[in-house]
C-alpha cells in the first residue's frame, strides 16, 4: 500500500479455500457432475432434496480428502460424522448443505510457500473438511428476475481452512498459487477459479506493528481469479487502516468485492450472521477411515510439486528459477521426469523442455501430452549435442522440426539422412585459420594485445568455410591456440 501510515500496520489473513472435486458424479448421489451443461439438467429428485430422498456417499471424495490430506501432512480422522448446515435460500434446494462440523476429516498440516523476498514460509492448515456445494444463482441475465441453475447443487467440496499467519496480499497469491498447483498435481480439482471449481473467501484484520493482539476482521468473498484475491485483500486492509486512522472501530463484517472499482462492500455484519444450527446428519452413518485405507491412497500419491523441486535443486544441481518453471505444470514435471530417464545431462535437458518444447507448445497451442516427440527421443537429440555430433544451433533449427514430423525416426537417423552430422575437420579448420591469419595481421595483433572479443570474427570465418559441419567446441579451442601461439 506504500506510504508511511499504511507502513505502520500489519495484516493478519486467513483463507477459507473451497475446491470442487471433479469427480464423475456429486456427493451424495448419482447426478452427473459436469461444468458447463445446460442449467439443471445434471439433477435428481435426490439433489433436489424431494422428501423420501436419502443420500449415499461418493466414495471418491473421501479419496480426494485423504489424497490432499496426506499431500499436506495433516492428520486424518479415523471416525467422522457428517452434519446438516442449515439456511435457507433459491439456490440450496434442501434447505442445508450435508458437511462437517465437529469431526473435518483433515486436521493440521501445512503448505510451504515462497514469501515476496524468496524466503520460505510455512502456512498451517487448521483443517480440512467435505462438503457439498449449493446452487448458482444468476442475476445478470435477467433485469427483471434472479435465475437459478441447481446443476452445482450437491457437487463435492473440500474446503482448506489456513491458520491466520498470512501477512500480505503477495503471500496470500503465493498460497493460493501453492494450493491450485498441489490439487492439480492431485488430479483432484482443475483449479480453475473463473469457472468456480477453486474459490476463495479472505477473512483480513490489521494491526500495529509490534503488536500481539488481532484486529477486528472482516470476510471478503466473490473473487474470482488469484489476482483479485489479492487485489481485494489490500483493498480492504487500506479500508480498515482509513477507519482506523479516523477513530473509527471496524465491525465484524461479511463483504463483496467489485473487481471493477477494487473495492469492498457491505454484504452482512455480524449481527445479520447465520445461524447454521448444525445438528448431527442422521441419514449417514459414521465414516471410518482405517490405517490400510489411507496406505492405500499413500501408495498412489503421485510426485509432488515440492518433493520435485527440492529434487531437481539439489540431487540434478538446477536452479530454483528452472525449477520451478518445471515444476509449476505437473504434466511438464512428468515428461521432464521421464526425459532424465534417459540422460544425465540434466541443465541441457531443463533448457530443452523450458526453450524449444515449450515454445512449440505455445506456437501450436497444444499440451505437452500432445507433443509428437517422446522423452526418449529428445534425449536421442540431447545426446548428440553432447557427444559433439550435432551443435545446439543445428539441432534445434533443423534436426528438432524434422524429429516433431518424422514419426518415431531418431535424431541419429535424421542427422544421418541430412548430412547434419559434425565432422573432425582440425587439418580443415586449421588450414583455414593459417590463411585468415595471414590475411589479417592486424587483427591478429589486436587480439595478441588484449582485443579477445575479436575470436568471434575468426570462429565466424572458420565454420563458414567449414560449412558449419566442424565441432564448434573444437574449433574454438584450436583457434584460440593458433591466434595466442607467437
Known sequence: MGSSVYDKYQMVIGLEIHIQLSTASKAYCADLNEYGSVPNTNVSAISLG???????????????????????????????????????????PKGYQITQDTTPICTGGYIDIKTEDDADKRINVTRIHMEEDAGKSMHDLDIHHTLVDLNRAGVPLLEIVSEPEIRSAAEAYYYITEVRRLVRYLEICDGNMEEGSMRCDANISVMLKGTEKFGERCEVKNMNSIRNVARAIDSEAKRQIDLIEKGETIAMQTRSYDAVSNTTSLMRSKEEAHDYRYFPEPDLQPLLVTEEYIENVRK??????????????????????????????????????????????????????MGAVKSYLNQQAVTIEEFPVSPERLAGLIALIEEGKVNNNMAEKKIFPILITSGNRSALEIARENALLQEDKSDEIATAMKKIMAENPDKVEKYRSGQTGLLGMFMGQVMRHTGGKADPKKANELVRKMLEKN
Request: glycine share 4%; net charge neutral; no cysteine.
Open 50 to 92: 424431494h422428501p423420501g430422498t436419502l443420500p449415499l456417499l461418493n466414495e471418491k471424495v473421501v479419496d480426494y480428502a485423504v489424497r490432499l490430506g496426506l499431500a499436506v501432512n495433516a492428520n486424518i480422522a479415523p471416525e467422522q460424522h457428517f452434519a446438516r448446515k442449515n439456511y435457507f435460500y433459491a439456490d440450496l
Open 300 to 353: 498412489k500419491l503421485p510426485p509432488l510439486p515440492r518433493e520435485l523441486f527440492a529434487k531437481y535443486t539439489t540431487e540434478l544441481g538446477l536452479s530454483p528459477y528452472d525449477a520451478g518453471v518445471l515444476t509449476d505444470s505437473k504434466p511438464i514435471a512428468l515428461y521432464f521426469e521421464e526425459l532424465i530417464r534417459h540422460t544425465s545431462s540434466y541443465k541441457t535437458a531443463a533448457n530443452w523442455v
